[in-house]
């Protein structure tokens, strides 16, 4: 399983992105893709998850301005962001969790400044 992000960029407070990550491949019908970031100077952690039948979790920080949402028939998952703050500034990496085995996609640098 290949994946490709997309959707990074520079945004200022309060603003809103769009990530995306297309997954080609041995496409497993059970499995879970999340989105999850690393900050300069600190471990990586998930932000959002949805299974293949389109059960979702988010950290605690992004509810209620964060939807991870996904299209089976494409293969792709996406991370709509809203309301975003200088703490969201991160890389963001897409994540497919297949059975027995995971792929990380390249991330994609989010920075929210004014």
């Known amino acids: 399983v290949q994946l490709q992000a997309s959707g990074g960029g520079l945004v200022q407070p309060g603003g809103s992105l769009r990530l995306s990550c297309a997954a080609s491949g041995s496409i497993s019908s059970i499995n879970v893709m999340g989105w999850y970031r690393q900050a300069p100077g600190k471990q990586r952690d998930v932000v959002a998850t949805?299974?293949?039948?389109?059960?979702?979790t988010y950290v605690d920080s992004v509810k209620g301005r964060f939807t991870i949402s996904r299209d089976n028939a494409k293969n792709t998952v996406v991370l709509q962001m809203n309301s975003l703050k200088p703490e969201d500034t991160a890389v963001y990496y897409c994540k497919y969790i297949g059975v027995g085995f995971d792929t990380w996609g390249q991330g994609t640098l989010v920075t929210v400044s004014s």
């Open positions: 949805i299974t293949s039948t389109g059960s979702t």
